[in-house]
């Protein structure tokens, strides 16, 4: 009796999972949708299922997990429980057990595996970064006590980098970087942005590509930070 209604609360998961990533046939969408108006316990599971994968998509790690934490540890214990009291069933019990999860499990599995970033910051940042050095000249600008400071700004925050030194690099770059008579500005944002990678953030790096020119490298890394796993 468990077994039945642990595995029909299986195969609805499945095809609640079928059914948000668009992998139901047209009839089998026609009859799950049925199946959904008349049960509302369902339109919750499915609603959860939902709000839990875009909640880590676009609100972060973080409050994915508060998400499952809320939502499902309760369910994640019956179901260790139960498999616990089990453990010493016949092999053919043991192997029909650990084909049945719960909900939560499910849910836990597509966030954690399959929707992981494919590219680390740090990867992001090995990957993009190279140190250079840069040199005011008259034809690009006025030798000045102001663009010489920036200057040296950026040419040290490069060296913080180098250094493995992010938290430092940034506090540098931060000023410059938004400043709109430095001729190096965009020099300045492009470091900014991998010193945030660096340190981790791939979100406030993302932020800071998102103002600058859409050149090529520049969209390249966009693309990476925000590109999932997806298995």
Do not use: H
């Not at 077994?3 to 047209?26: A, V």
């Not at 008259?138 to 700004?153: A, F, V, W």
């Not at 942005?193 to 890394?221: C, H, N, S, W």
């Amino acid at each position: 009796m468990i077994f039945n209604f642990m595995k029909k609360k299986y195969d609805t998961q499945t095809k609640i999972e079928r059914y948000i990533l668009n992998q139901l046939s047209n009839q089998e969408r026609v009859d799950f949708e049925e199946e959904m108006r008349k049960d509302e316990k369902l339109q919750q599971d499915v609603e959860l299922t939902r709000d839990i994968a875009i909640g880590f998509q676009q609100r972060g790690e973080q409050k994915a997990l508060e998400a499952i934490r809320s939502t499902s540890i309760e369910d994640i214990r019956k179901f260790i429980s139960f498999a616990e009291k089990k453990r010493r069933n016949k092999s053919r019990i043991k192997k029909s057990l650990i084909a049945i999860t719960s909900v939560a499990a499910v849910v836990l599995i597509f966030l954690f595996i399959g929707t992981q970033p494919k590219y680390s910051p740090q990867q992001l940042f090995n990957d993009y970064y190279t140190s250079n050095t840069y040199v005011l000249t008259p034809s690009r600008g006025m030798i000045d006590d102001e663009p010489q400071q920036q200057l040296s700004d950026l040419n040290w925050a490069i060296e913080q980098l180098n250094q493995g030194k992010a938290n430092e690099a940034i506090e540098k770059l931060i000023p410059i970087s938004s400043s709109q008579t430095f001729e190096f500005q965009e020099e300045a944002q492009w470091y900014l942005a991998l010193a945030y990678l660096k340190d981790g953030d791939r979100e406030k790096a993302k932020e800071v590509l998102e103002k600058m020119f859409e050149e090529p490298q520049t969209k390249e890394l966009l693309k990476k930070i925000g590109e999932g796993r997806w298995f």
